[in-house]
């Protein structure tokens, strides 16, 4: 454990927006996309703000958020203010899907810390509860600070890290009794 092979999945960290008695759906948030950033996006949607702040790097990767609807966008930020479709998924993070945020990004109204991703994750009823009983994820509890401090290529290490777990000690088997 974790033993998931399939690309979008293997050593990756899926921060849950959702899970209740339908489902669930989530962000892969270690997983860049190849020359792809924040600037260009913002490039690609026409968006420019005369507000914008120099100061403000905009030259963060955008992340494959999962397999599905690869070509809509969703922001994880953290949870100072709200925007036109923001639902909150814990008390410091929100997602977000509308212009408004990517609009603030770059100037003094943007949330401070912001991950965008295309695509995203989503497993049907029972279909992620039957995952983890196959150990095919290794869960934690959500924190902010892996989601947008840690480096990328260190989220996998540092969230197994935070439960106490040293992920290249991990067996890909596990018993059950």
Known sequence: MPSLQDPFFKRSVVYLC????????????NKPMENLTVEGILKKLKISADDRDPAIKLDKPVFTGGPL??????????????FT??????????ITTSRDVLESIGTASQ?????????????????????????????TPANSNI???????????????????????MASDAGHA
């Open 69 to 82: 609807a690869e070509d809509r966008g969703f922001i994880l930020h953290s949870a100072q203010r709200t």
């Open 111 to 139: 949330p401070t810390n912001v991950l965008v991703a295309l695509g995203y994750c989503a497993w049907e009823k029972d279909q992620l509860e039957n995952e983890l009983m196959e150990n095919a994820w290794l869960t």
């Open 147 to 169: 989601l947008f401090q840690t480096p990328i290529s260190e989220r996998w290490r540092e969230a197994a890290r935070s439960i106490g777990v040293d992920i290249h000690n």
């Open 85 to 94: 479709s923001s639902i909150r998924v814990s008390d410091n993070t929100i």
């Open 18 to 29: 959702e899970h209740n008695e339908e489902g669930a759906m989530g962000l892969i948030i």
